[in-house]
Structure formats: structure tokens, C-alpha cells
């Protein structure tokens, strides 16, 4: 079956780098989009980053655009998210997420990773 597995999650100061990994198997990763989300206690699951098939075109959210960067290598099946200068509003449990298609919805994304807690403390 499809699995999904985040990794790299811990605990961190403000100002500091952290690179979560997301290790797939299952399925055919190229044929994938693939994207982060976050949730963070008492509030809803939202878009983080995601990166297109070929890895050629990526896109971020507002709230993390030029902190974090979204790569992927279709040999390994593995997605990675480069997160720089991070704030204790990054505290979320980060989820990795793969879609048939191009999104930022959290609805069209087929399979879910468990999640890793990233916390960022000030």
C-alpha cells in the first residue's frame, strides 16, 4: 500500500533551520505532485509548499515564501522542505501530501503521511 513517511521534525529556536523529508513507497512518485502542509493546535490544516511533478515549478504560501523551499528526487522518492529562519508560528505538526494534480487544497490530495511536529521556540 501507498505510505508516506515524514521525517526530520524537532525542536528549535527562532532563527533556525530545520529540513523535514518525506519518503514515499506505493506508488508511482513521479506520477505525483506532491506538496507540505501544517496544522497547528486548535486551528485547520493548511497549505505549506508544493512542487510539481518534474520538480521544475514549485509554489509556497504566503507565510513561508522565501524561508522555505520545496525540492523533490523522483530516484529516491523523496520530498524534502528546506525551512530557514523559522518563527514560533511555524509550530505546526507538518504532514507531506500527494495529488494527481496541480492544488493548494488540502481536499484533492490522495495520500497522507502521519506527520512530524516542528516547534519553534522564541
Known amino acids: 500500500q501507498v505510505q508516506l513517511v515524514e521525517s526530520g521534525g524537532g525542536l528549535v529556536q527562532a532563527g533556525d533551520s530545520l529540513r523535514l523529508s518525506c519518503a514515499a513507497s506505493?506508488?508511482?512518485?513521479?506520477?505525483?505532485?506532491m506538496g507540505w502542509f501544517r496544522q497547528a493546535p486548535g486551528k485547520e490544516r493548511e497549505f505549506v509548499a508544493a512542487?510539481?511533478?518534474?520538480?521544475?515549478?514549485?509554489y509556497y504560501a504566503d507565510s513561508v515564501k522565501g524561508r522555505f523551499t520545496i525540492s523533490r528526487d523522483n530516484t529516491k522518492y523523496t520530498m524534502y522542505l528546506q525551512m530557514n529562519s523559522l518563527k514560533p508560528e511555524d509550530t505546526a505538526v507538518y504532514y507531506c501530501?500527494?495529488?494527481?494534480?496541480?492544488?493548494?487544497?488540502?481536499?484533492?490530495?490522495?495520500?497522507w503521511g502521519q506527520g512530524t511536529q516542528v516547534t519553534v521556540s522564541s
Open positions: 501530501a500527494a495529488a494527481v494534480s496541480d492544488s493548494r487544497a488540502a481536499k484533492d490530495y490522495r495520500y
Open positions: 506505493g506508488l508511482t512518485f513521479v506520477m505525483y505532485v
Open positions: 512542487i510539481t511533478r518534474s520538480g521544475r515549478t514549485t
